[in-house]
């Protein structure tokens, strides 16, 4: 079983509006983390990064349910942001001989 296998059973096994719910939720948390590290100074590495693997599987769950109602992916979408950051920070030239 492939990793979008998985996901896409999570989909099919609870429902779309669930796992976006889901996916509100574990922003939420990551939300929750960052202010409290930001605020505390209270770094409690694992439950950030266990934080952020939670948030980064909801998002794989939702391009799989939004992606299929555009003509555009969200890997291409995030190459063309990523290449406007280097414009932004100087280095887009680098950045395109090395993403092509
Ligand atoms: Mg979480």
Known sequence: MTKK????????TWGVQS??????????ELL?????????????TLNL???????????DQ??????PM???SVADLEREKLARLAGFLGVQKEWMDYDF
């Open 19 to 28: 796992q976006i719910m889901m996916a509100v939720e574990e922003m939420g």
């Open 49 to 59: 990064l266990s934080e952020i693997a939670d948030v980064k599987v909801m998002i």
């Open 62 to 67: 939702l391009t799989l349910i939004f992606e």
């Open 32 to 44: 929750q983390a960052l202010s409290k590290q930001s605020r505390y100074g209270d770094v409690n």
């Open 5 to 12: 296998d998985l996901l896409k059973l999570a989909i099919d």
């Open 70 to 72: 555009a003509k555009i």
